[in-house]
């Protein structure tokens, strides 16, 4: 692994995030009804619309896409500007992500913390974890970036 990130951040956005960006992608495909009825708590669970298919599976795949990328920029870039970008990229999508949910979930059921189902939790819980990691990273509260290890070959 080339990751230059320091050890926290490093197992959180190399291994624990695509894992858990491999089971939002799984999500859907298994059953686009229940993937779209759990993004409310307490939904009920109803047949869909062609086009709400679409979207879901569509957002499946766009978290198999963060996974892939995720993994690509990670393991492979020395570039500490490339990192520190991609990371700040992940950051305001956070933001945005949770900031989507809140605005769309029932005030009521925003606020029942103790009655949120897995995806809420994956949406808010989950992502604000990760934002409060990537912020951390970003502040340097986690230590200085790894000094990348150059293989013999590299230099020839």
Known sequence: MTSILPPIPRFVMTVFEPI???AGCAAPFVSASYFV???IPNSANVPLTGNATM???QLGNIYLLLAMVGIAVLYTTTEAAVVRNYVIALWL??????????YVMPYEQLVNVAGWNAMAWGN??????LFFIRTGYLLGLFG?????????????
């Open 20 to 22: 858990s960006l491999i």
């Open 37 to 39: 009825a759990e993004q």
């Open 55 to 57: 979207v879901a599976y």
């Open 93 to 102: 999508a956070d933001i945005s992500h949770v900031g989507i949910t809140c």
């Open 124 to 129: 808010i819980g989950c992502t604000a974890f």
């Open 144 to 156: 200085p970036d790894r000094q990348p290890v150059v293989s013999w070959k590299k230099l020839q």
